[in-house]
């Protein structure tokens, strides 16, 4: 993780944003499938709205390492170090233990696993593992559009393209709204159109937090950033656009590194694990409140002992595989380019 205030106090709110989603299957998404043995006496049913704050940090995270690789092969790298190994383990976690204790209707087959080694095997109409990684997709997909317009044409090529998105998301919403017409919707997954206001937001944060920014750019920052708000609340309504602008400043402030309650080492270890809880949690947890509660465990002690057992797989799945590949597979990579961007570029906490 980044030694930087600003970083570490982005983690840790990756790792707010995980712990929300994880409340949020735990509660109200396991009652809704499964049926807890007694209602907790809290639920989360907002919590998946931490997904929303990934892909905004994502937008933030992605931008910084493109400005800090000057070859595409030191981005490919650097995202690819970042996510394949921890999903690999992950993958491997989930299929043995939810076979090992039984979910019914979540655990697939070895075909299918073999499938999902690729990340991508929702193009392909094949079932996750987890219902989580959808979201890698998105994130995928964001990465590679954002790469190809940055290389094109720098920022302003990355800005053009969100405009773009941005306006084709809104023709998209006035074309079913106006002439009750659904056009193509290939070309929302593809464009990302239903998420996209939320990288634009994140790549605005960096841009307009970083310091030396000139001041043209930031005007379009801004702009930007005001357009991606208006369309969200154009599209998805204003009461989440709202939430949004509340993210944007809660962002904006730990990318000044203005929140230091935000590196409390609770926080900042949670920040660290993020990814990999993110990752395990779900099947696994699912399976296992099933099995505590058909036990007659109590339902908060048992979403307890959940929640700790997903945070000790995901502490050493990141110790013992996350970090040391990621380690590995950059410093082969450097031992090529000894005097590439990647061995210079802060540890972009991932997205």
Sequence with gaps: ?????????????????????????????????????????????????????????????????????ARPMDFVVSRFSRLYPAYWGAIVLTFALTHAIGLPGKTVGWDVLAVNVTMVQGFFGVPHVDGVYWTLEVELLFYAWALLSFRLAGAAGLRHFLFACLALRLVYAAALAFWGVNLPWMGQRWLLLPYICWFALGVTIYRLSRPGGAASSSRWDVALAVAAL????????????????VFYAVLYGAAKGRWTWLEHPVLLWLGAISYTLYLLHENIGWAVLRRLESW?????????????????????????????AMRWIRDRYRARRPNGPLARAAGEGGG
């Design 230 to 245: 208006g369309v969200m609340g154009v599209c998805d309504g204003w009461d989440l656009a709202a939430l949004a602008a």
């Design 296 to 324: 007659g465990v109590e339902v908060h002690l048992a979403i307890a002992l959940t929640m700790a057992l997903a945070a000790a797989l995901a502490h050493a799945l990141t110790h013992f595989v996350e970090q040391p």
């Design 1 to 69: 993780m980044s030694q930087t205030p600003r970083l570490a106090q982005l983690d840790a709110l990756r790792g707010i944003a995980a712990l929300a989603v994880v409340l949020f299957h735990y509660t109200t998404r396991y009652d809704q499938l499964f049926g807890h043995a007694q209602a907790p006496a809290v639920a989360f049913p907002h919590g998946w709205l931490g997904v929303n704050l990934f892909f905004m940090i994502s937008g933030f995270v992605i931008f910084m390492t493109l400005e800090r690789t």
